[in-house]
């Protein structure tokens, strides 16, 4: 039990100072953080923290430029329905084929949803808005999504610790 407050006092206390500085940091979305941070602690201590980041971060950049292409090429909302479906499925589909890369599919994934949760309603209510805050939101959520990855990493080591200092007591 002084394991499982520990763990939860600890991550209670990251995700707390990451939503108290998401402004200095540039992440707005600092849910995706909490997202990641469950993520990762379901990877177990063989990880692939680094493939994980990288799969994020090109899952971020395939959605920033599924919604670019949306705001540049096609009708913008709500005139755009099917656009908005064929484009995201085909992104989905792109940020899928990475995959073949060895990079993680998990990661692309919420790579590519965590953009979409950050940028789409800026889509929905002012598509001009995106020529300004469409890069500054892909940071603010690959930030987030790192950061989660980094708290899930020391999470990892502290519940690691922990085990191996219960087992030799």
Do not use: C, H
Not at 33 to 51: D, I, R, S
Not at 59 to 73: E, H, K, R
Not at 88 to 98: D, T
Not at 102 to 118: E, F, H, N, V
């Amino acid at each position: 039990m002084k394991k499982v407050l520990l763990l939860g006092l600890v991550i209670a206390v990251l995700i707390g100072v990451f939503v108290l500085f998401e402004g200095l940091l540039g992440a707005k979305a600092f849910f995706l953080a909490a997202v990641a941070l469950a993520l990762f602690v379901t990877l177990g201590p063989q990880g692939e923290f680094f493939k994980m980041a990288l799969s994020m971060l090109v899952g971020i950049v395939v959605a920033l430029v599924a919604i670019f292409v949306l705001a540049l090429a096609f009708p913008l909302p709500p005139a755009n329905t099917g656009y908005v479906a064929a484009v995201s499925a085909v992104s989905v589909f792109v940020a899928v084929l990475f995959s073949a890369a060895s990079l993680r599919i998990d990661g692309l994934l919420i790579g590519w949803a965590g953009l979409y949760a950050a940028v789409f309603p800026i889509y929905l209510s002012d598509p001009t808005a995106l020529a300004v805050a469409g890069v500054p939101a892909a940071v603010g959520a690959g930030v987030s999504l790192l950061v989660g990855l980094v708290m899930g990493l020391l999470v990892l080591k502290m519940a690691v610790s922990l085990a191996a200092r219960e087992g030799g007591s």
